[in-house]
């Protein structure tokens, strides 16, 4: 970003609105030297004759309505970045670079490394080749490594807290001419690592070992002995094998089953949590539970589960345990009015009154009048017709 050098050359570069014709006349922050500096503008309407105060955004919306809001908060950075040109870049070495992974923690600027500053004693071991560069704002904090590779001078990847603090140290940065690492660089550097302690690394991530303490950190991949990728101090070449492919099992990112290492990857394609018990379990022994959404051991498919002879799915809690039917199918089913036999609706017959009996028993306690076709109980069978068929019979 190349900086202009006010807030007026920055309104210059869009046409006015119809509303606002004015001129930019200074900063405004609501109380002095506190965080609203530079979110903030003092400005005159010529229109109205009268000095307002208003945020950058709805000012920059107001007059030039024609701004996306992408662009718009663009160059609300731009502006902040420009105004607070005043706000210094602070680079340090030596044991001050994790005291200041800590210290800027309080600011919202968080890596994994923040909370682990044991492992960045190589940074601080070599202070003629790797510094720290951090800038304040206020509230807000951005930190880079700053790299001295042949006499010029790289930073590497920026956390930051806000995008304007991003913004504001690349511009110091740049303005002191020291280039961005990009991911289609090869450079490479020699550092000196007594304890063997190695931090997490953004882009000197290939490890080669020199001679006694020396190694050479490297951005290319064809010379490398390890790879800077771990969180606990280590490197990638101590990791141990994965049993499943043979590959490196990254402590960070490892799962032990059964006094076995895997990989990340090899693990959750093999193995998965039982929905009961939690235990780890093979894919291959766990059963899917559908009417719960979850996969489970074969321990607590016994011990919890009962097979529906309906729908071939196992269930629980819900429908009838004993009688094998889960709560989906259960309402297919009916309890004989006679034998209390529960009975699949495909083998019940409803009486008049809307009572069920299966069809076995129905057979034995009822009996079609061949008169009117109508359900009539055994008992009342008058040579095969009901009572009221067997009189109109006689009669006529």
Not at 264 to 292: M, Q, R, V
Not at 370 to 379: E, K, Q
Request: proline share 4%.
């Amino acid at each position: 970003m190349q900086p202009k050098e006010s807030l007026t050359d920055l309104i210059a570069c869009h046409s006015p609105g119809d509303n606002y014709r004015g001129q930019v006349v200074d900063m405004a922050p609501r109380v002095p030297d506190d965080d609203t500096t530079g979110k903030y503008v003092s400005y005159y309407d010529s229109k109205r004759q009268k000095r307002f105060k208003t945020r950058l955004g709805r000012f920059l919306s107001k007059l030039t309505p024609q701004l996306y809001t992408a662009e718009k908060e663009q160059w609300v950075i731009d502006i902040q970045v420009a105004m607070k040109q005043d706000t210094l870049i602070t680079l340090v070495t030596g044991q001050t670079i994790p005291d200041t992974y800590v210290r800027l923690q309080n600011y919202g600027v968080d890596s994994c490394m923040s909370t682990r500053p044991q492992y960045l004693t190589m940074y601080a071991e070599n202070p003629e080749i790797v510094s720290l560069a951090y800038i304040i704002d206020g509230t807000q904090a951005a930190r880079c490594l700053v790299w001295t590779i042949k006499e010029r001078q790289y930073y590497d990847v920026i956390y930051c807290s806000a995008r304007r603090v991003k913004v504001m140290i690349e511009d110091r940065l740049q303005a002191k001419g020291i280039a961005k690492i990009r991911n289609s660089d090869t450079l490479s550097v020699e550092v000196a690592n007594k304890a063997n302690v190695w931090p997490f690394m953004d882009s000197f991530i290939h490890g080669h070992k020199i001679e006694g303490d020396t190694y050479r950190l490297s951005m290319r991949d064809d010379d490398k002995e390890f790879i800077c990728d771990c969180q606990n101090g280590s490197h990638s070449s101590s990791c141990p094998e994965c049993i499943n492919c043979g590959g490196e099992a990254n402590p960070d990112y490892s799962y032990t089953h059964e006094e076995e290492i895997w990989c990340e990857n090899c693990f959750h394609d093999t193995f998965t949590a039982c929905g009961c018990c939690e235990d780890t379990t093979p894919l291959e022994d766990t059963y899917h539970i559908e009417s719960e959404c979850i996969d489970v051991c074969q321990s607590c498919l016994d011990y919890y589960f009962t097979l529906c002879k309906d729908c071939d799915d196992s269930f629980r809690g819900e429908g009838s345990e004993e009688d094998g039917i889960c709560g989906k199918c259960i309402d297919d089913y009916y309890v004989c009015n006679q034998c209390g036999e529960l009975t699949h609706s495909d083998d019940i017959t409803h009486t008049p009154d809307d009572e069920a009996y299966c069809n076995d028993c129905f057979a034995d306690l009822y009996v079609v009048c061949s008169g009117c076709d109508t359900y009539i109980p055994i008992d009342d069978d008058i040579d095969g017709m009901c009572a009221d068929c067997a009189v109109d019979k006689r009669v006529n």
